[in-house]
């Protein structure tokens, strides 16, 4: 008789124990099938020590029904699924799914059908089919993929294969991947960049975990250091896993792997196809697949040979994940590594202070690339007080800035103007009745997008078609826009320089791989002479003409409560001023600001990142915040406001007594409602010696909540909204 204890998914369940019939073998981290009341359930064998258990007699115990052809989840994978359920409060069977690709990627091997144009065209077609066969050039994919592409339902797909303007295609599901070659096209790196990648080449070589700290200038040539570090992986045919921190970027990304290795690596994305995501992740779990690039949810892949971990960007909030299992991809990829005994590189020209103080304090080894390569100069950095140099009325660039513009588009160079801001204006109300447009499931204004013409809410996706009328007054043509979106700046660059070549650049135009590309080679080939964009733009790109950045408002991060307000803005701003001066031609860098005071602007200003991050660590000490200090957050949520308000009294009422946490709150949190759920929180500050999660399971353990209530706990927060 053989006992096995699963680790199962199932929303209510986590452990369950089941009986191994004789003949059938397994192994901990197994994938198998057991019977869960008349249905089935997937689950993990896990070490029964390590998975607190029910005690169900033997006698009872059911058979486990399948053991599936897929290699067993590793003693790192497991050991790191563990650690985040354990670091993050989190559902150990929320944490491992985060590993799985599809039900359909388990069962493995064989074909499945999709869908291309099969070339006929009719002579009458439906505009609807029309618009299909436009959108579907050069496309395969299930036919609701296909669907959702084209916009058009299933049935009018299903009506085009009938006729026969679609056919069906057979496709391989583990066909092979073309081979990354090492050595395809090595570039000549200079001497800094030399001593940098063979410090990471040879730990990739070694082995073991190491982690590094590559803090190179933006256009240092991070990228073609840990190409090298990625080359000797594939040399020792260990797997590389690449974290990008946006879909976004991994189009640039491609292109040049593409040029350095001779084929482009694997995607591992939520747009990723169904078929692919399901070819990818055998690969992955195989040894196969060579280097998998992905955003954070690449993270938790069981690799079956992994042999080196690159996180880009690392100082990016995108790595933490707030919603499901609240983890931040940068810290867990150090642990992964920890417990895959590899390297793990962070690079980034703005590194996290908590990265930075982890490297003083010895434990990641430290690289830096202090200056650009190929000699290019870091641009110059002009502050724009606005209280000074007042823009004209209704309009935001100030006067040097429109006047720097001019002088860059008489030499025929590009200008790119900055606004983390999405859409024509945040805020529309009514001129006649002080009418102001809110979204009805959040506690947050309507932003006006006049392209799509529409109010949107950008934190549920409430839409309404923007009206002609105040809903309230009813009196026409009184809605004011109040304050700018890219959208609107796009309009003023548009009114002053009606010739100007522009592209505006948001998550709302840059929405597809094709476009993106299409983008950057208009802007690679000089078709573009100002690029007005949100934070999108801010990374990554090399656009060698491009010598001016106009920073629209410096001070819109610095509002609202955020502990890294001063952090992000410091980073954001430097990213984007990046961007000016890569090629030959020098850059220029002119940021708005109402308070050029503010430490943050003036390092920015001076060029003096040092003299930012020693002020912000003062402060954060004096905070006791993190790296000094921790931070948690419980965020109690509910359709019912006072529901939610009762249960966050109760769990403010059972606050911890201890000298090393301080608990505040509950109160409402700033976005007190978001997507029709009313929210409080508590904020824990805790001295680092504290055993802070044992305490909040301990806390939230005592306590009953009704059906409606949710609970989150969040560790190391980043969003205090
Ligand atoms: P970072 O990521 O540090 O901002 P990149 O890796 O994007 O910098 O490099 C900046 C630019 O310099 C890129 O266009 C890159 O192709 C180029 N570059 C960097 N190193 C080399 C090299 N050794 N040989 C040729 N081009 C290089
Ligand atoms: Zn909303």
């Known amino acids: 008789m053989s006992r096995v204890r699963l680790l199962v998914f199932n929303p209510v369940l986590q452990v369950l124990d089941y009986r191994l019939p004789s003949g059938m073998a397994t192994d901990f981290g197994q994938l198998v099938i057991a019977p869960l009341g008349p249905r089935q359930v997937l689950g993990i064998v896990w070490e029964p020590e390590r998975l607190a258990g029910t005690e169900v007699p033997d006698s009872k115990l059911r058979p486990i029904l399948e053991v599936l052809p897929v290699p067993a989840f590793s003693k790192a994978l497991r050991s790191l699924i563990e650690w985040t359920a354990d670091y993050y409060v989190a559902p150990m069977n929320a944490v491992a799914r985060m590993a ?10 064989g074909t499945t059908t999709e869908y291309r144009l099969s070339g006929l065209e009719p002579k009458r077609l439906t505009p609807q089919r029309a618009a299909a066969m436009d959108a579907l050039h050069g496309e395969q994919a299930s036919i609701r993929e296909l669907a959702e592409l084209a916009s058009v339902s299933e049935g009018v797909l299903r009506g085009m294969l009938g006729s026969g303007i679609l056919e069906p295609v057979t496709v391989d599901l583990d066909r092979p991947y073309l081979r990354a070659r090492a050595d395809y096209a090595q570039p000549e790196l200079s001497d800094l960049q030399q001593a940098a990648a063979d410090q990471l080449v040879s730990a990739v070589r070694q082995g073991g975990f190491t982690p590094f700290l590559l803090d190179g200038v933006t256009g240092s040539g991070k990228t073609e250091c840990y190409f090298e570090a990625i080359a000797e992986a594939i040399r020792q045919q260990r797997q590389v896993l690449v974290l990008l921190p946006e879909i976004a970027l991994t189009e640039n990304f491609l292109r040049r792997f593409e040029a350095r290795f001779g084929v482009p690596p694997l995607l591992w994305h939520s747009s990723v196809k169904q078929s692919e995501r399901r070819r ?51 810290d867990v990829a150090v642990i992964r590594a920890r417990f895959e005994a590899v390297p793990v590189i962070l690079a980034s020209a703005t590194p996290a202070l908590e990265s930075l103080q982890l490297a003083e304090a010895g434990v990641y080894t430290k690289i830096d690339l202090p200056a650009r390569y190929g000699g290019a100069e870091l641009p110059a950095v002009r502050v724009i007080d606005l209280r000074k140099d007042v823009p004209e009325r209704g309009r935001w660039l100030a006067p040097p800035l429109v006047a720097e513009l001019t002088g860059r588009l008489a030499k025929g160079e590009q200008s790119l103007l900055f606004l983390n801001r999405r859409g024509y204006a945040p805020l529309t109300l009514c001129r006649h009745c002080g009418y102001r447009f809110q979204c009805p499931n959040c506690s947050a204004w309507l932003v006006e997008h006049r392209l799509s013409k529409r109010l949107a809410c950008h934190h549920c996706g409430h839409e309404m078609p923007t009206p002609e009328v105040c809903p309230e007054c009813h009196e026409g043509d009184c809605l004011v826009a109040c304050g700018p979106g890219v959208e609107r700046i796009a309009d003023e660059v548009r009114e002053l320089f009606p010739n100007a070549r522009l592209a505006v650049v948001t998550s709302d135009t840059l929405n597809s791989p094709e476009k993106i590309a299409q983008f950057v080679a208009a802007a690679e080939q000089r078709e573009i002479d100002v690029i007005v964009g949100t934070q999108l733009v801010t990374k990554g790109y090399h656009f060698p003409e491009l010598t001016l950045v106009g920073v629209i408002d410096a001070d819109l991060g610095l509002e609202g409560g955020d502990l890294r307000a001063a952090e992000r803005t ?13 090629g030959e031609k020098p850059g220029e860098v002119l940021i708005q600001t109402r308070h050029p005071e503010a430490a943050v602007i003036a390092a920015l200003a001076a060029g003096d990142r040092d003299a930012f991050y020693a002020a912000e660590a003062e ?6 915040a993190p790296p ?6 419980i965020i109690v949520s509910s359709e019912d406001e006072a529901e939610a308000r009762e249960a966050a009294k109760a769990i403010g009422a059972m606050a911890p007594n201890l000298p090393d946490v301080v608990v505040l709150g509950p109160a409402p949190a700033p976005l007190a409602l978001l997507r029709g759920r009313y929210r409080y929180r508590l904020l824990i500050n805790a001295r680092r010696s504290a055993q802070l999660q044992d305490v909040i399971r301990a806390w939230l353990g005592q306590l009953q909540f009704a059906q409606g209530v949710r609970v989150a706990v969040d560790i190391d927060p980043y969003s205090f909204v």
């Open 100 to 109: 799985l690709g599809s039900m359909a990627a388990l069962r493995g091997g």
């Open 280 to 330: 990818a992740w055998r690969a992955i779990v195989s040894g196969e697949a060579q280097v998998v690039v992905g955003a954070r949810s690449a993270l938790f892949m069981p690799f079956g040979a992994l042999g080196l971990i690159v996180v880009d960007e690392a100082h990016e909030v995108s790595f933490k994940q707030d919603d499901g299992v609240r983890y931040n991809a940068r």
């Open 570 to 582: 410091y980073q954001q701003i430097a990213q984007v001023s990046g961007r000016a001066g890569r």
């Open 619 to 624: 402060g954060r000490k004096d905070a006791g």
């Open 628 to 633: 000094f200090g921790r931070w948690a957050a």
